[in-house]
């Protein structure tokens, strides 16, 4: 049953065939092609949100954001032949006081396998549960496909919104007449010896619901854009919110992000440390970067929070 939920490029390659094979109906692909497309589009947005500085020139910022985005965890080592790398990990046991896992396989798709353990490695988390993004972002991309499924289906209601009954031997005559209209042909033919009196026509009296739809996939969309820490207008008539409103939406949105920055930025400070590097991360949003560096200034020195002028700069610390 979960199957239908999940694809990757080899599985919609077979869809695609067999649909051109008339294996399978053009609903299937359109529901499978509707939830990749959303998948997709939220995947291009998470794994963008943040900007790698000072990587050496053999890691790849891309290819982090990938696996974190996937697998939820990557780890940053040194290699004796190809200097340092960051690829995909799998941890196990012995466990620390902590419950961290002490021991790294790590593994690439081109058959490259090292062994490190923590005090030789860093291992790069999504964020403190350590949790691929891909898990929330493929339950939002299910529900928009849904909807945007349902609007489909919705919108062809309201050009053909009825049900004929007629004999079995007539079926493929009214079945071509339906995809002359589902076509837009201004004319429908038909041949003198289709009979007409031998089916009945039962109106299903669609009501028209795209624009409640829409108004439910937007609010999806918002959603998810605040889970991956992207500024949206999380009300369609947010000029009419209150300020305390607003800005509880705004939190939520930074929050979102510092729940990801800070897991990167725990990171980096491990990977320097242990490596003698400088490596940092932070968001691509230069405003929303300032916020976290003022926070954190405001974490070291309290007495700095009553600096009105600090906090007109960035415009998101209002009291």
Same mark, same amino acid.
């Given at each position: 049953?979960?199957?239908?939920?999940v694809? !990757?490029?080899?599985?919609?390659g077979?869809?695609?065939?067999?649909t051109?094979?008339?294996?399978?109906?053009?609903?299937?692909?359109?529901?499978?092609?509707?939830?990749?497309?959303?998948?997709?589009?939220l995947?291009?947005?998470? /794994?963008?949100?943040?900007?790698?500085?000072?990587l050496p020139d053999?890691v790849?910022a891309r290819?982090?954001e990938?696996?974190?985005?996937?697998?939820g965890?990557i780890?940053?080592f040194?290699?004796?032949n190809?200097?340092f790398?960051?690829l995909p990990v799998?941890?196990?046991?012995?466990?620390n006081?902590?419950?961290e896992?002490?021991?790294?396989?790590i593994?690439a798709?081109d058959?490259f396998r090292?062994?490190r353990?923590i005090?030789?490695?860093?291992t790069i988390?999504?964020?403190?549960?350590r949790?691929?993004t891909f898990t929330?972002?493929?339950?939002?991309?299910i529900?928009l496909?849904e909807?945007?499924?349902t609007?489909d /289906? !919705?919108m062809l209601?309201?050009?053909?919104?009825?049900?004929i /009954?007629?004999?079995?031997?007539?079926?493929l005559?009214?079945?071509n007449?339906y995809?002359?209209v589902?076509?837009n042909?201004p004319?429908?033919?038909?041949t003198?010896?289709?009979?007409?009196d !031998?089916?009945?026509?039962?109106?299903?009296k669609?009501?028209?619901?795209?624009d409640?739809l829409?108004l439910?996939?937007?609010?999806?969309w918002?959603?998810?854009?605040t889970?991956l820490?992207? !500024?949206?207008?999380?009300q369609?008539?947010?000029?009419?919110?209150v300020e305390?409103?607003?800005?509880a939406?705004?939190?939520?949105?930074?929050?979102?992000?510092?729940?990801?920055?800070?897991?990167?930025?725990q990171a980096?400070?491990?990977?320097?440390?242990?490596?003698?590097?400088?490596?940092?991360?932070?968001?691509r949003?230069?405003?929303?970067?300032k916020?976290?560096e003022?926070?954190?200034?405001?974490?070291m020195?309290?007495?700095?929070?009553?600096n009105?002028?600090?906090?007109?700069?960035?415009g998101?610390?209002?009291?």
């Amino acid at each position: 049953m979960m199957d239908k939920y999940v694809f !990757n490029e080899e599985k919609l390659g077979d869809i695609y065939k067999k649909t051109l094979k008339g294996k399978l109906d053009t609903t299937d692909f359109l529901n499978a092609y509707t939830q990749v497309d959303y998948l997709y589009r939220l995947k291009e947005y998470a /794994i963008n949100c943040f900007e790698w500085v000072n990587l050496p020139d053999t890691v790849d910022a891309r290819f982090i954001e990938n696996e974190l985005f996937d697998k939820g965890r990557i780890n940053f080592f040194k290699d004796k032949n190809l200097g340092f790398l960051c690829l995909p990990v799998n941890e196990s046991g012995p466990i620390n006081i902590y419950n961290e896992p002490t021991k790294k396989y790590i593994y690439a798709s081109d058959g490259f396998r090292r062994n490190r353990n923590i005090t030789n490695s860093v291992t790069i988390y999504n964020n403190f549960l350590r949790t691929p993004t891909f898990t929330t972002v493929n339950l939002y991309a299910i529900r928009l496909a849904e909807v945007q499924r349902t609007i489909d /289906i !919705n919108m062809l209601a309201q050009k053909t919104p009825v049900t004929i /009954i007629c004999p079995e031997n007539e079926r493929l005559a009214f079945k071509n007449i339906y995809k002359q209209v589902s076509e837009n042909k201004p004319v429908i033919w038909g041949t003198s010896e289709l009979n007409l009196d !031998n089916y009945k026509v039962l109106d299903t009296k669609a009501p028209y619901v795209v624009d409640k739809l829409t108004l439910y996939k937007h609010d999806l969309w918002n959603e998810v854009m605040t889970f991956l820490g992207v !500024n949206n207008a999380n009300q369609d008539k947010k000029e009419r919110l209150v300020e305390s409103e607003v800005g509880a939406n705004d939190e939520q949105i930074e929050q979102a992000r510092f729940n990801m920055l800070d897991a990167r930025k725990q990171a980096c400070e491990k990977i320097n440390k242990m490596f003698d590097l400088n490596i940092d991360v932070k968001f691509r949003n230069d405003d929303v970067q300032k916020a976290y560096e003022i926070n954190k200034i405001y974490d070291m020195f309290p007495d700095l929070v009553d600096n009105s002028d600090i906090k007109d700069e960035v415009g998101v610390l209002d009291e």
